[in-house]
């Protein structure tokens, strides 16, 4: 120790060297402690209603509480994951989406495999938050431990304390000692004792910064007097030696402090002072042969919750390899949790850390606890009854291992990953705001204490494995600042005030960046926020006063950085990128004050940077939030759209602008002059309270030309239709083009705007103008617009004196101007009738209407005399009469003109009202625009309830007297009528209808089901004579049809109908009929005949008729005839076959036979192919032999005229020869086939079966020792064996056809399923007695399962299957490839099934 003075006056002169600047920069700790703390509880109350609260629920509570020795007794290979989250908080996406991913130098060599799995590439975190990190070297202390390893071999660095004083221990078993302003105080222990104690391997320094302890890497534990520096106690019992001491804590209580070594061992450290001795007693909390444990924390409080109710049990976290623990040292040891990991990597390492937060406004501790990638955080609480609950929040999932975790305040943490990068995070939102490498630091790891290098290693490979990454001595935070030891250097980490955040990032020249951060930490939406206190009101004035400053300083570099040189483009596009900005947050801090005129009047100083500012200003005021704008802004604003000719924007603009301090007429006029007369309207309203002179303006214009006749332009239709929409918001009380006109002007407004309308002239006027110029000129332009506005007026109208009198006084100008007018079209004219009838129909009407005015209306709109706009005067009538101007008419007047002028839809209204329904199918049938709507309605007067039988009675009766209109119309629908209503009358309208066409027009409908009516036939119940007289109609007027038709009727009598064809003489018809009866001869004889006739035709002909087409004839004759044979001779016997088609082959050769008379046939060689076509048609039902015999036996050919019939022979028997080799091939093969298989067969039955063990699988007795009685033993294919009896006690017996078959016990019994058990055993029985002789061999169930399953071998039937259809089918006078005895049931022709393949493939070759 006598050297001691000399190492610290050293280290001061060096310590000397470092600037004031960096001291108050980086370390000013002891006011940091006071101020991060209160204000971080604050904080965390004052923001607790703007976020989410964590979900959180009890851990269930147990009666009796686990003691301490029965957790340590606990084995620590559990399985199971512990389970606490609700699983709608897991939130794995959240950290992600917020954060980004880099690559160091520290990832190359980090040999985390489990992290590359993990990465994801993120965006970039930091234009959201900024640079929320200051960290800074300690130069001064980095400088005097590099000093201390060379001048006093100090060594390396190995841990870190750090409170209001720093304490640095080195690996030579030096502790260093700094203050804040990084000069060295002391330096305890030396070199020697270094090397009998080994490196300090853990630091501590107590609440009152007052005692030091020092763990050693051989174990040894030394207390020093941090005020002068002695040794206090030097200890060497305090737990098992060989072990390095990895933790050491003092707790709150400054007597009390926990220290764990590298066993595993969790050891409880009480220091006494007894009579001026001091002692240290020492009390095993944890074994480390229960399982290791590598990291513990005690709960600190601060000076300002030192009465926190949880602070008297002085809790203590344990992190062993597999759990958690959370017990109390305090009044008695207590275990208040136990906490599984589940399954971790075994690589990461276990984190712990506590901090105070506030949730639900009440402050308690949280610890936070993670190995791996997952971050779990517990609430501690105390309730009433003294007992401590802990509740789980909401989890972190990232994607990177982690090595380090500390809370630099209630709301942010700050983490280190496996690749030394480190990660601030937003606790409650879970947000990343920003990583910093910080491999630069070169940190220290603990890994050599925790192999325990210095005591020989002796550790466990866990223990060791998880040290790999150790870093707990390395990492010390105090007063919202961390530490970081290197192996050369001290660095420390905080949070940068907001202001600092927005200045570096001002630094970067990211201004906007800087503008987004200012604006949310002026909104309270930015996080891990410091140095902002007060009341909300307070800190936005604070920062809306520096985000002004950065606006000036903005705007002046928007203006420096334009580009000077280059086209006007570049220079527009830099404002417009920046320009915009200005003006958004002089909106948002609501400083339109700076916007206006310093702002305005900088950019001003840029032609283009004033216009980009201008155009900016437009989306605000048609949003309208911008109000009250300077007026030369204004002035400018108007100008430069005009300039750009933009006149559409300007007139945008005006329209939500207060213009009262514009030049009035000059924006009148340029309105004016550029059609913007929504502006120009806006600009008299509301600058002058003037409603009238726009309307003078825009009448004088659209006026002349209405009155001349001539056809408006476009731009006149347009400041027509504004004109009215004027009037109408005028007249409604509202303004023009938008919001409302001020309550107090409403009634004069209107009274102006009805004077205006009904002056009798206009202030100008010419002699020879016509009175109510204005009315007239609006119901000329658009009479139904115009009425309808006064429609809505009148609706508004209160019924007082004035209103009732303005009504009744422009109706009495409407009807002077156009009843006394011969210029208006019956539609103008329709439509003031139609108002008028309408205002008359209402409940409360005032108005007087002269009903001879109605008269001379009808009389004007019915005049049979002008035939010009028919559907248009009566679509008006119709619609004046809907609108109620009924009353105002005689109605059967109105009737009688109405069916004078034609105007239908007039009268189906009227006979409507009277329920005349039959009445209005003479208007229907009448008008031919809708005559075909005639059906729908008289389906709807007879299916539609409401409607009484009389009325239902008499519109049926009109619709049977114009029956035959009705048909004629749509006969379809004329049928679907009838049948739909009036099924049973079918008869009586069959009769109505004397026109034989439209009968059978409305039969074919009715019968016919491809006419597509929708009509069930079954419930028609009509006679057959009804069909019979339609297929009559039918052979008359479309005989081509009938067969067709006939396949699809159902209703006819054969015998009748075989009547009506053949006096028609329609053959087909009849053969069909015929056949259909079942005489097929019948039939075939009408064929054949016609047949026989075709052909008399074509040796008949000469060469100048049409010969392609009489062959045609002939052809399509022969392939009916033969159809009709095809059809029909499967159900015949041989004889009937041969009465078929030899007289067919007849009449097909008797044309070939007169070959050799004078007159020789034009076709021998069409005949010839024909009749090939019967003889092949014929070999499938007639025998070869009896065809050949049947032409050898002709006359003709029986004279030695074989040659001409030589090609027919030969065909025949080459058809014949290519069909037997066929069948000769295929027999062959089968039959070598079968063979292979049955061989195969013979060989798997009788193979002999290879028994498992040597007893019976059911009593265990060796078969050879069981002699009671001549039993038989069973072995199974399965090779299970058995006795026979034991097999039956056990009931393995079926009985099948009176025979016994046994199952194996084992395998039924496992299987549960019989039919498997029966089908998959082979059974084969041996007799220890010789007396019984053996049965004959049969095939067993298992035999043909083998069988069948050689059989699936080949996709398709069994070749057995194929012979055995062959040997049956083949009839006595074919060919017989072999006979053999056919047993079992009859079975369906598998040739026959449409899955059916014949696979020829020669037999695999078998071994002798």
Known sequence: MENEPDHENVEQSLSAKTTEEELNKSFNLEASLSKFSYIDLDKELEFKNDLIDDKEFDIPQVDTPPTLESILNETDDEDESFVLEDPTLLNIDTIDSHSYDTSSVASSDS????????????????????????????????????????????????????????????????????????ALRLCLGSTSVGGQYGAISALSINNDCSRLLCGFAKGQITMWDLASGKLLR???????????????????????????????????????????????????????????????????????????????FS????????????????????????????????????????????????????????????????????????????????????YYDLINFTWINSRTVVLLDSVEKLHVIDRQTQEELETVEISEVQLVYNSSHFKSLATG???????????????????????????????????????????????????????????????SFHEGKAKAVVGLSGDASKRKAVVADRMVEILFHYADRALKKCPDQGKIQVMEQHFQDMVPVIVDYCLLLERKDLLFSQMYDKLSENSVAKGVFLECLEPYILSDKLVGMTPQVMKDLIVHFQDKKLMENVEALIVHMDITSLDIQQVVLMCWENRLYDAMIYVYNRGMNEFISPMEKLFRVIAPPLNAGRTLTDEQVVMGNKLLVYISCCLAGRAYPLG????????????????????????????????YPYVRTLLHFDTREFLNVLALTFEDFKNDKQAVEYQQRIVDILLKVMVENSDFTPSQVGCLFTFLARQLAKPDNTLFVNRTLFDQVLEFLCSPD?????????????????????????????????????????????????????????????????????????????????????????????????????????????????????????????????????????????LDPREGIHVNQELLQMSPCVTEQFIELLCQFSPNQVIETLQVLECYRLEETIQITQKYQLHEVTAYLLEKKGDIHGAFLIMLQRLQSKLQEITHQDEKTKEELSLKDVEDTMVETIALCQRNSHNLNQQQREALWFPLLEAMMAPQKLSGSAAPHLHPDALKSLTMQVLNSMAAFIALPSILQRILQDPVYGKGKLGEIQGLILGMLDTFNYEQTLLETTTSLL??????????????????????????????????????????????????????FCLQNKECTIETEGQTRWTCYKCSSSNKVGKLSENSSEIKTGKTAPSQAASEPVLDPQQIQAFDQLCRLYRGSSRLALLTELSQNRSSESYRPFSGSQSGPAFNSIFQNENFQLQLIPPPVTED
């Open 111 to 182: 040999g985390d495999r489990t992290n590359l799995k993990r990465k994801k590439k993120l965006p970039d975190s930091f234009s959201l938050h900024g640079s929320v990190m200051r960290h800074s070297l300690l130069k001064g202390i980095s400088a005097q431990i590099v000093s201390a390893a060379d001048k006093v071999d100090a060594g390396l660095p190995t841990a870190i304390a750090v409170s209001s004083l720093i304490a640095v221990g080195t690996s030579h078993g030096l502790a260093l000692i700094f203050d804040q302003n990084q």
């Open 234 to 312: 030097s200890i060497t019992d305090a737990h098992p030696p060989g072990t390095a001491i990895l933790h050491i804590k003092f707790t709150d209580d400054p007597t009390l402090a926990i220290c764990n070594d590298s066993g595993g061992s969790v050891f409880e450290l009480t220091f006494k002072r007894v009579m001026g001795v001091r002692t240290c007693e020492s009390r095993c909390l944890f074994s480390g042969s229960k399982g290791e444990v590598c990291c513990i924390e005690p709960l600190h409080s601060k000076p300002e919750l030192k009465d926190h109710p949880i602070t008297q």
């Open 315 to 398: 809790l203590l976290a344990m992190a062993s390899l597999t759990k958690i623990l959370v017990i109390g040292l305090k009044p008695s040891l207590k275990v208040w949790m136990t906490f599984p990991y589940g399954r971790m990597d075994p690589s990461s390492v276990p984190l712990l850390a506590w901090h105070f937060v506030a949730v639900h406004n009440y402050v308690n501790p949280m610890l936070a606890f993670c190995r791996g990638d997952v971050v779990h955080f517990l609430l501690v609480k105390r309730d009433e009854s003294g007992a401590i609950h802990v509740t789980k929040q909401k989890h972190l999932h990232l």
């Open 457 to 519: 290693g002796n550790v466990s490979q866990a223990l060791a494995l998880v040290g790999e990454k150790a870093c707990y001595q390395s990492i010390s935070s105090y007063g919202g600042q961390i530490f970081y030891l290197g192996t050369k250097s001290v660095y420390v980490m905080m949070l940068r005030s907001w202001r600092e955040r927005v200045d570096h990032l001002l630094k970067q020249d990211c201004l906007t960046e800087a503008l987004a951060l200012a604006w």
């Open 740 to 771: 409302d006109i001020p309550e107090d002007l409403v009634p004069l407004v209107k009274n102006q705007v009805f004077e205006f309308l009904i002056r009798l002239h206009s202030a100008e006027a010419s002699p020879e103008e016509e009175i």
């Open 866 to 1006: 002008d035939d010009s706009r028919h559907s248009e005067r009566q679509q008006v009538l119709l619609e004046l009469l809907q609108a109620g101007g009924i009353v105002q008419f005689e109605e059967s007047r109105l009737i009688r003109m109405a069916e004078k002028a034609e105007f239908y839809q007039i009268c189906e209204f009227m006979y409507e009202r009277e329920h005349q329904y039959d009445k209005i199918i003479d208007c229907y049938l009448r008008d031919p625009l809708r005559e075909e709507e005639v059906f729908n309605y008289i389906h709807n007067i007879l299916s539609i309830p409401g409607h009484s039988a009389e009325e239902k009675q008499s519109v049926w009766q009109k619709a049977m007297d114009h029956i035959e209109e009705l048909v004629s119309l749509r006969p379809c629908k004329a049928a679907e009528l009838v049948a739909t209503h009036f099924s049973e009358q079918i008869e009586t309208v069959i009769k109505k209808l004397q026109n034989q066409v439209l009968l059978f027009k409305f039969l074919r409908s009715l």
């Open 1231 to 1284: 039959n070598q086939d079968l063979h292979w298989s049955l061989c195969n067969l013979r060989a798997s039955v009788t193979r002999g079966l290879n028994p498992k063990q040597d007893y019976c699988s059911i009593c265990l007795q060796q078969y050879k020792r069981r002699q009671e009685m001549a039993d038989e033993i069973i072995v199974f294919s399965c090779g299970h064996l058995y006795h026979s």
